[in-house]
């Protein structure tokens, strides 16, 4: 099935206008054409069939024929990952996270943190790009980054499952052993050289459990992975 994206269409939408990159790749690079049908996603749970009414490779008119709606995630998991030296490896991340299935993603800045801006546009083409491949109709969300603290105070007053994964040689438990089914979750992983003793005890402090994701030391980008695909695993 090829999905396009479109987050404007609303329930009881009859007509859409697709923007001119969808517009394109429908009418110039599928060759498509009046009449012809695919599906469209709002990545707000809803998947639409749609007729081509006008093929017009800048602004696409089609014709919204059905609506279906998605489940949602039996978990809602927020990541709150610090960006990676190499931007590409967070743009990895961002794509298999969206695969396997995550809700909210916020870019961390710590204070071993490399790179400390990240390049917001060009995150959230990734994600819906993912959510495309992989057929789902939910986007994630994509925070603005922000820094350790004030991430940590956001979450003082929260009731849900919040976690910190680092590689110190302290008292943690594993991920798995500590996950409940269907709650609300949120995991911190640190950059490279990981998160400093002052931030792990901050966390603590403010209610976050100390975790471990296994015994390799593994790379920001892929410890971020085994976390999501953790949480994927235990719900299914």
């Known amino acids: 099935m090829q999905l396009f994206y479109n987050p404007n269409i609303s329930d009881n939408a009859k007509e859409v206008t697709l923007d001119k990159e969808e517009s394109r790749h429908i009418v110039k690079v599928l060759r498509m054409n009046e009449g012809d049908t695919f599906k469209i996603t709002n990545g707000k749970g809803s998947f639409f069939s749609a007729e081509i009414i006008s093929a017009n490779p800048k602004s696409c008119l089609v014709k919204i024929i059905s609506q279906e709606k998605q489940n949602p995630l039996p978990y809602q998991l927020h990541l709150a990952v610090a960006p990676t030296k190499l931007n590409d490896r967070y743009e990895w991340f961002l794509e298999k996270a969206t695969e396997i299935g995550i809700s909210e993603i916020t870019p961390i800045i710590c204070d071993h943190s490399e ?74 992983i640190g950059p490279e050289g990981d998160f400093s003793n002052e931030e792990i005890e901050f966390a603590k402090q403010s209610g976050f459990i100390p975790v471990t994701l296994g015994e390799s030391r593994l790379r920001t980008e892929t410890a971020a992975v085994v976390a999501c695909h953790s949480v994927a695993f235990f719900n299914e």
Do not use: G, W
């Not at 994509?142 to 849900?160: C, G, M, Q, R, T």
């Open 115 to 188: 790179r400390k801006t990240i390049k917001p546009e060009r995150y959230e083409k990734i994600l819906q790009s993912a959510m495309k491949q992989s057929l789902k109709a939910y986007l994630p969300v994509l925070n603005e980054a922000v820094s350790y603290k004030d991430f940590i105070d956001s979450k003082k007053s929260s009731e849900e499952l919040k976690y910190i994964a680092h590689c110190e040689e302290t008292d943690k438990k594993s991920l798995k052993a500590v996950l409940l089914p269907r709650q609300k979750i949120t995991i911190m």
